[in-house]
Each structure stands twice: as C-alpha cells, then as structure tokens.
C-alpha cells in the first residue's frame, strides 16, 4: 500500500480494464502501475495464493451515496488460526488485517474497525471518536472467482455519473503508513500522524505531482 496506490487513471481515461489476474499482475508488476480493487486486491490475493496462504475473494457492495445494484468491490479473505478480512484497494481504509470472527472494535492501523453481523451478512464499520458507527462495506462470506467481477468492473467503468470517470485520484501509504497523501483533482492531501495538509493543486501542475509522489503518468 506504500508501493502500489489506489488510483484511476486508466478508467478516468477510458482505456482498456480487466480483472483477470494475467491483467493486473502484469499492471502492477512490470508496469510499475498501481489500479483500483479489482486489480489491487486481484493482485494481492495471486500473491497470497501464491505464497502458500488459503486466500478467497469477497463480493462487497459499498454503502457510500447511492447503492449499487449489484456488489462492485472485491475484498480478501485470509485464514490463519482464524479468518481475516485483508483489503489494499479501499483507498483511505485500515490497513492491518481484521478479524473476521469478532466484531471488535480492532486496530486497523488508522483507526478503529470491526464488524456488524446480520445472519449471513458482514458489514465493515469504523468507530468514529464519540463512537458512532459508520458503515463502509457489506459482504457475505460465499467465495469467488476473480472473473465473477467483470460485470462489476464493466458497470463501474460504463455507468453514467459515477466518480470513477468524473475525476482522476491516486492515494498510498507514505512509509507503511499510516501516512499518507492523496492526489485529488484540484488539491493534495498530506497526512502526517495526527495532522491533515491540503494544498491546492493549478491543473498546469497536475500531471508533475503525479509522478513525483507517486512516480506515474497519466
């Protein structure tokens, strides 16, 4: 999540997407390009496998603004001695592994995470300072194949509206985290421990902070 950001340039600009695993290794590794969850998470979840790790793939449906019809983030399941949610394609998020047999509240490395459980439904939430509740994403634990997202991914990248092709980003961890800074249409954003910086960002200059903090170009 330091290495590889969470970023939509390719969908901003209408190229060709896939979420098959040939796609996004070769993205990320001999690329040197970083993607949004399907490729990221895709990735991740090849590597784990890879390493010897039992690795499913969770179907999620985000619960910001208007919801979606269908489930349109691919999340990480990693059982150990119990089950971990694992997720390096949800921008701004935790970054430690969490539980998946406990509500909580656990350390997600930036704030406190858990779980809302609802028969066979899961719902990922933060516990805010005056400990509200806010929901980020729900699943349920039925495993799937990486291909059972391109009709997510094509939805995604299709339907009219939506932020992924209204405005291009990117966003990784500085320094294992829990850093960070983000480059958003028109400002950066630094986060440095406790403390928040945003910086207007002229359109001139965009492309130029691009690949010095995140070393891509558009």
Not at 157 to 168: E, F
Request: proline share 6%.
């Amino acid at each position: 999540m330091t290495a590889v950001p969470f970023e939509n340039l390719d969908v901003y600009a209408r190229r060709e997407v896939r979420t098959d695993d040939e796609w996004s290794i070769a993205k990320v590794v001999e690329r040197r390009r970083g993607g949004w969850c399907f490729e990221l998470n895709g990735a991740f979840a090849a590597l784990l496998s890879d390493l010897g790790f039992k690795v499913g793939r969770l179907a999620a449906t985000v619960l910001y603004g208007e919801t979606s019809p269908m489930p349109t983030h691919l999340a990480i399941q990693v059982d150990l001695d119990r089950p971990y949610l694992v997720d390096v394609g949800f921008g701004d998020s935790f970054i430690r592994p969490l539980p998946l047999d406990s509500e909580g509240p656990h350390d997600g490395g930036t704030g406190r995470y858990g779980f809302v459980f609802d028969g066979g439904i899961t719902t990922l939430v933060s516990w805010q300072d005056d400990d509200t509740l806010v929901p980020h994403y729900r699943f349920d634990r039925n495993q799937h194949q990486q291909s059972d997202f391109e009709d997510a991914s094509t939805h995604l990248r299709t339907h009219p509206g939506l932020q992924w092709t209204r405005s291009r980003f990117a966003t990784r961890l500085l320094d294992g985290g829990p850093d960070r800074v983000t480059l958003l249409s028109d400002r950066l954003r630094l986060r440095r421990g406790d403390v928040w910086e945003e910086h207007p960002v002229p359109a001139d200059d965009w492309e130029r902070l691009l690949t010095v903090w995140f070393g891509l170009t558009p």
